[in-house]
C-alpha cells in the first residue's frame, strides 16, 4: 500500500467515526484528490455519513424565485443590477402564494422563497404580508433575501419564516473583495448570520467553488468555517460563469466536468467533517450535468430544491449560464426527479419539513 493510500484511508476512517475530526490540511488533501478510485471512497464515505446521521431519502423543499430585481452587483452574477440585458421581474403576493399552494399540493413540506437584495420597509412589508397568507398551509419556510437587518430579519421570523440562507460566497476576505464591488463587506455579511442565528432561524450558509483564484486550501477554510459559524443548513455549488457578466472575462476555462467534480467534492467533505447539517444538492450541479443533483447525493447531500416558480419567469432569474428546467411545470419536475432519484436507490421524503438534524441537536440537548 502507498503511503498516499495509506493516508486516504486514515483520514476517511476517522472521519466516518467522528465529526470535526478532520484538520484543515485533511480537507486540503480530500479536495485535491483526482483519481477516480480515491474520488469513489471519498464520495462512498460521505454517503455512509449521510446514511447515520439524517438516514435514508432526500428531504425536498419547492423554490420560489420571487423576483430578481437586486441592489448588488456581483462580478459573477447574472441578475447584478448593472446588467441591463436581463429582464425585471417580482411576483406578486397572489402569485407566490399560488407557487406555495402548488408546492403543497405536490407533497412538498418545505418552501424556498429566494429573490435578488432589496431593502426598504416596502419590501420588508411585503415579505410579512407573503409569509403571514402562506401560514396557514403550514410549510417549512425558507427565506433567502440577502443582507438584512436585525430588527427586519427578527420581523420575518415572527411572521412565520423559520430558516434563512445567506450564502458567505467564500470564507477568504480577500477573494470576497476581488469578486464584490467596495461597497460590499464580508464582514456585514458574517454578522447577518450572527444576527440570524440570534433571531432563532435555522441558519444556512455557503460558498461557490471552482471561483477564479480560489485554492483548494481557501475551500478547506470554507468547511472550517461552515463549522465555527456552527450552521444548520449548507447549500453551496460550482461558480458558472454568465456571459453577461464581468467575471466571466477573468475566470479560467474549467470544463463542466472539472467544475462539478469540485462541486462534489464540496459536498463529500463538508458532510464528512460536520456529519448532521442540511446539504443541497444545488441546482447549479444540475446545469453542469444532467444528473448533477443525483450525484450531489451520491456524494453525501440529503435536500433537493425543485423549481415551482411558474415557468414563464423562469428565464428571467438566471444567474449563471445553463439555469435547467426553464420550461417544465413544477409538477413535471417532480416526477422526472422522484424518477431519477429512484434510479439511485434513493426516493424523496414528502410530507416531512427535512428540519436539520444538527438545528434540533444544538436547541434540543
Ligand atoms: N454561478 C454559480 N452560482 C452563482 N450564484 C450567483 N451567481 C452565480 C454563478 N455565476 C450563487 C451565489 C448566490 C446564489 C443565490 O447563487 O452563491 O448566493
Ligand atoms: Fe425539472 Fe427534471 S427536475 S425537469
Known amino acids: 500500500m502507498t503511503l498516499e493510500l495509506n493516508r486516504l484511508d486514515g483520514t476517511l476512517a476517522k472521519a466516518v467515526e467522528s ?64 446588467n441591463g440585458a436581463t429582464a425585471r421581474y417580482s411576483l406578486s403576493a397572489d402569485e407566490i402564494v399560488s407557487a406555495a399552494k402548488a408546492a403543497k399540493s405536490l407533497g412538498y413540506a418545505s418552501l424556498v422563497v429566494q429573490s435578488g437584495e432589496i431593502e426598504s420597509e416596502a419590501h420588508t412589508q411585503f415579505i410579512e404580508e407573503v409569509l403571514r397568507r402562506i401560514a396557514p398551509l403550514d410549510l417549512g419556510v425558507t427565506l433567502s433575501l440577502g443582507e438584512q437587518t436585525e430588527p427586519v430579519y427578527r420581523r420575518w421570523r415572527e411572521a412565520g419564516a423559520e430558516r434563512y440562507l445567506l450564502r458567505i460566497e467564500t470564507s477568504n476576505p480577500k477573494l470576497y473583495a476581488a469578486l464584490h464591488p467596495v461597497e460590499c463587506s464580508w464582514e456585514r455579511r458574517v454578522e447577518c448570520l450572527r444576527a440570524l442565528r440570534r433571531t432563532g432561524y435555522q441558519v444556512g450558509t455557503g460558498v461557490m467553488c471552482a471561483l477564479p483564484g480560489q485554492t483548494a486550501e481557501d475551500l478547506a477554510h470554507d468547511i472550517w468555517f461552515y463549522g465555527e459559524m456552527d ?83 423562469r428565464r428571467s432569474y438566471q444567474l449563471y449560464e445553463g439555469k435547467p428546467c426553464l420550461d417544465e411545470q413544477a409538477s413535471l419536475c417532480r416526477h422526472c426527479l422522484e424518477y431519477r432519484l429512484k434510479t439511485i436507490g434513493e426516493e424523496l421524503l414528502f410530507g416531512r419539513r427535512g428540519d436539520s438534524p444538527h438545528f434540533h441537536r444544538r436547541t434540543h440537548t
Open 19 to 82: 465529526a470535526r475530526a478532520l484538520s484543515v490540511d485533511d480537507m486540503a488533501f480530500l479536495l485535491s484528490l483526482s483519481e477516480p478510485e480515491d474520488l469513489a471512497r471519498l464520495y462512498a464515505a460521505a454517503r455512509e455519513v449521510k446514511l447515520k446521521c439524517c438516514g435514508k431519502g432526500v428531504s425536498v423543499r419547492g423554490l420560489v424565485e420571487a423576483g430578481n430585481i437586486c441592489a448588488k452587483d456581483c462580478f459573477y452574477c447574472g441578475i447584478r443590477k448593472s
Open 231 to 313: 450552521v444548520d443548513m449548507i447549500g453551496m455549488g460550482p461558480y458558472i460563469p454568465h456571459p453577461d457578466t464581468p467575471l466571466a472575462a477573468t475566470a479560467p476555462a474549467l470544463s463542466k466536468a472539472e467544475r462539478l467534480q469540485l462541486g462534489l467534492k464540496m459536498i463529500a467533505v463538508t458532510r464528512l467533517y460536520l456529519h448532521d447539517v442540511n446539504i443541497a444538492a444545488a441546482t447549479a450541479l444540475q446545469a453542469l450535468a444532467d444528473d448533477g443533483r443525483e450525484q450531489g447525493v451520491m456524494a453525501g447531500a440529503n435536500v433537493i430544491m425543485p423549481n415551482v416558480t411558474e415557468t414563464r419567469y
